[in-house]
């Protein structure tokens, strides 16, 4: 009986020291991202290259593919592989621009003379929604 406590309570502080290992080196990388990045470009953000995503999960295109003479079925699903993979490549832009936009936001938060409890909640708010909207992608 004993041994099935210290089995789990090894498990437990394993698991611990790893969470702990990867928190500080998420930190650590955190850390050097920052100092990659100018002001300038933290602030760049246009939703105009995100204009193409409306149309890459719409089926108007598949079905008009469909309507083709010579159409198979292994064209519709490289056709699809491929919208994927573009439609992935947009997400990953989307996730650094949203960083990068909220980084902006925080640096803004931090070296405000004025504490703004609000605005520290607001992006509180707007990163978890993110994060939930892009795990229901």
Do not use: N
């Amino acid at each position: 009986m004993y041994l099935y406590w210290l089995i789990a309570v090894a498990g437990l502080v394993f698991a611990s020291l790893l969470f702990a290992f990867i928190w500080l080196f998420s930190r650590l990388v955190r850390r050097e991202r920052l100092s990659a990045f100018s002001v300038d470009q933290l602030t760049v953000f246009s939703t105009a290259k995100y204009r193409p995503l409306e149309r890459l999960l719409d089926d108007d295109d598949v079905q008009f593919l469909q309507s083709q003479p010579g159409y198979t079925p292994e064209i519709g699903r490289v056709f699809r592989r491929q919208r994927r993979r573009v439609f992935r490549g947009y997400l990953g832009c989307l996730k650094r621009d949203f960083g990068r936009l909220y980084l902006a936001a925080k640096l803004v938060v931090l070296y405000s003379s004025v504490d703004r409890l609000d605005l520290v909640k607001t992006l509180a708010v707007a990163r978890f929604r993110f994060a939930v909207g892009m795990l229901r992608v």
